[in-house]
């Protein structure tokens, strides 16, 4: 069996779409909060969670609503179809309510404009489920994490494709000294990237044929059934796989915690801590980024190979070892050290063992129907933990010591490592090696 390396790709542009559209959305937004519209940073913060808070009850839903579609183009492509749509459309007015609120403010603008980012909040929360869902819709159990591991790439390509027209277009020649910047030309080059995106999946993507041919495939090759009936006839999971996927959640929730703590709070840590700049202290995350996309493909094939557990539990060991050592560091020294840059490095290849292959774990254990429904799972947990951690993270900070940030971190790894013990399904299986004509073309 080969992963379709090429329709994989295809797929992606859905999550390239979404992922350009947040890295905007995370950078802009708050400079026009506070500069156009003057809000404080604590009700702007406020403002700029609602993302994430709304994602706890969007993405369930959507991915149990596309689970139940039966529409003619398929279960994910109607809510990618009309969500980034709908999203698009939105997203143009904010450039322009913001310009004409420079030029004439007024309370009317300033309510227009929250309104308006919270309908394309509700627009984004629509697809992203359905987005993610589409790839192990169409792709064979054991063939997932490789799958997911391109999915994450075609993500990174979107964001990084994002900053390079933003620093091209707002560079400090261009903007430097500027009383009000205009991002609408920034807006509509983001909106022409997810249409094209759009395009491309909807055009490119046969997602009614691709599920029959997966279903062909698992009636062929029938695996472990982890579902019994209950005494209504309805579907369940069996009481040891319900376990196993509510400590995979748990773990879920762990890892980002530990991973999202310092994320939020290292530049403010490195300045403190370190007497480092910003640029300085930027460059050792985005290293760590670097190391992610570097690991995603070689990740997926070693999942393929030791299992997916084995793969993720090596990724938490090796971050608990770089929060450590940057730790310790921080106890003996307050000057930067080019150790840092291999240090985030293992950070960024951790979690990429990490999150290439938890959400494959997690749709492992449901049937096909309910693909959504756990993808809305995954994406709960992951993003309770991200509204948590800054706040929690910072208190510690703030009220405990500066040096709580990496123990933080590490003893949050320690209870994922753990609590991954308690796993035992949604590993990757053995790749049958007949009757796989369907599957071995690489297009």
């Known amino acids: 069996m080969k992963l379709k390396t090429w329709q994989t790709i295809r ?25 156009t519209f003057h809000m404080d940073e604590t009700l702007s913060g406020v403002i700029m969670a609602m993302d994430n808070i709304l994602a706890l009850f969007l993405l369930p839903l959507f991915g149990m609503l596309s689970d139940k579609c039966k529409s ?101 020649s261009r903007v430097g000294g500027l009383e009000h910047v ?9 909106a022409g990237i997810m249409l094209i995106a759009l395009l491309i999946v909807m055009i490119t993507v046969d997602e009614v044929k691709l599920h029959g041919e997966l279903l062909e495939y698992e009636r062929e090759h029938p695996e472990e059934v982890l579902t019994e009936k209950d005494e209504s006839g309805n579907e ?117 063992a990490i999150n290439v292959n938890s959400l494959p774990m997690v749709v492992e254990m449901c049937k096909g129907a309910d693909v959504g429904k756990f993808t809305g799972y995954y994406y709960t947990f992951s993003m309770s933990a991200q509204i948590v951690t800054p706040i929690v993270a910072g208190f510690l900070l703030r009220h405990v010591s500066y040096l709580t940030l990496f123990p933080y971190a590490a003893l949050f790894m320690v209870a994922a490592f753990c609590t991954m013990q308690m796993v035992r399904h949604g590993d990757s299986k053995e790749i049958s090696k007949k009757g796989l004509e369907a599957f071995d073309v690489d297009d």
């Open 72 to 172: 003619g183009m398929g279960r994910r492509k109607p809510f990618i179809l009309f969500g980034t749509i709908a999203a698009v459309i939105l997203m143009v007015f904010l450039p322009m309510i913001d310009n004409s609120y420079f030029l004439q403010p007024s309370m009317q603008k300033q309510i227009f404009f929250i309104a308006i980012l919270g309908a394309l909040l509700v627009a984004m929360g629509t697809y992203r489920s359905p987005a993610v869902a589409l790839m192990p819709d169409v792709t064979p159990g054991p063939l997932r994490s490789k799958a997911n591991a391109i999915i994450n790439l075609m993500g990174a390509i979107g964001g990084i494709l994002y900053l390079g027209i933003a620093a091209v277009l707002y560079s400090d």
């Open 11 to 35: 797929i992606g542009f859905a999550f390239l779409s979404i992922c350009t559209f947040w890295q905007m959305y995370n950078s802009v937004i708050p400079l026009v909060l506070t500069n």
């Open 236 to 352: 369940k999971l069996p009481a040891p796989v319900k376990k196993s996927l509510v400590f995979l959640l748990f773990s879920i929730s762990l890892w980002f915690i530990a991973y999202n703590g310092v994320e939020t709070w290292f530049t403010t840590y490195a300045s403190r801590m370190w007497n480092m700049a910003l640029g300085s202290a930027s460059l050792c995350l985005m290293i760590a980024t670097g190391g992610a996309i570097v690991s995603y493909i070689p990740v997926g094939i070693i999942a393929g190979r030791i299992g997916r557990k084995k793969t993720i539990l090596t990724g938490v060991v090796m971050m608990f070892c770089a929060f450590m050592i940057l730790f310790v560091y921080t106890l003996i020294s307050d000057h930067f050290s080019p150790l840092f840059y291999v240090l985030f490095f293992a950070v960024g290849m951790g979690w990429a």
């Open 182 to 190: 205009n991002y609408l030309p920034l807006f509509l080059i983001v």
